[in-house]
């Protein structure tokens, strides 16, 4: 079955620093890809996603670019904020399952000032 | 945009007694809603998907009878954790979108989190 990986967090950053948050996949067929955001508190948030291979996803600062070669979707973000602490979700959506989501495990991150 | 408000938000419980979590779509119609499960420090696992005017479609493993879900209108589902136990202490999220919106495009709620003494 489909299935997501993503590295294990706890991710402890400063500010302004570049933040990578590894993903990779297992499903068949041409999966959409997402990264969701939950604020402590908060509900999960759509950050950003492709729905295709090769296709860039770009939100607040945020990017991962499909690559069916190695069937990842690695988040990023060039410089971060304090407000981005917050645990990132992985997660995909098989072209046969609907709205089904599968979710990685989710990686926490800690932006200290 | 989309809204989706789950209540309540927090709710404490005796074991044996059941306990009624309210999903609804506020301003937007969803003939399906989803129903996740967090344990602590996890991933959300996938219950069930609600269908309105029909019955839910549970994933493997999901016992049906220990979580029943009721799905009455189009901006209402209902998830009811009957004779909970402590195991059953979990945050429980659920999920919509409106159907024009294209495939997997949802919004979620805040989340129920149920805590069974």
């Known amino acids: 079955g489909d299935s997501v990986t993503q590295m294990e967090g706890p991710v402890t950053l400063s500010e302004e620093a570049f933040l990578t948050i590894n993903c990779t996949y297992t499903?068949?067929?041409?999966?959409?890809l997402f990264w969701y955001v939950q604020y402590p508190g908060e509900g999960l948030q759509l950050l950003l996603k492709?729905?295709?291979?090769?296709d860039k996803g770009s939100n607040k600062g945020f990017e991962a670019t499909y690559r069916k070669e190695t069937t990842s979707f690695h988040l990023e973000k060039g410089s971060v904020q304090v407000s981005d602490s917050a645990v990132y979700f992985c997660?995909?959506?098989?072209?046969?399952?609907?709205?089904?989501?599968?979710f990685g495990g989710g990686t926490r991150v800690l932006v200290k000032p | 945009g989309a809204v989706v408000s789950q209540h309540p938000s927090w709710v404490i419980c005796k074991s044996g007694t059941s306990v009624k979590i309210e999903c609804r779509s506020l301003?937007?119609?969803?003939?399906?809603m989803f129903w996740y499960r967090q344990f602590p420090k996890q991933s959300l696992m996938l219950m069930a998907t609600s269908n309105e005017g029909s019955k839910a479609t549970y994933e493997q493993g999901v016992e049906k009878d220990k979580f029943l879900i009721n799905h009455a209108s189009l901006t209402l589902s209902t998830l009811t954790v009957t004779s909970a136990h402590p195991e059953d202490s979990s945050f429980y999220i659920c999920s919509a979108g409106p159907p024009t919106s294209g495939a997997n495009v949802l919004t979620f709620g805040a989340g129920s989190r149920l805590t069974v003494l």
């Open positions: 997660a995909l959506s098989g072209r046969a399952a609907g709205n089904k989501l599968t």
């Open positions: 492709a729905t295709k291979a090769d």
């Open positions: 499903a068949t067929g041409y999966p959409s």
């Open positions: 301003d937007f119609q969803a003939t399906t």
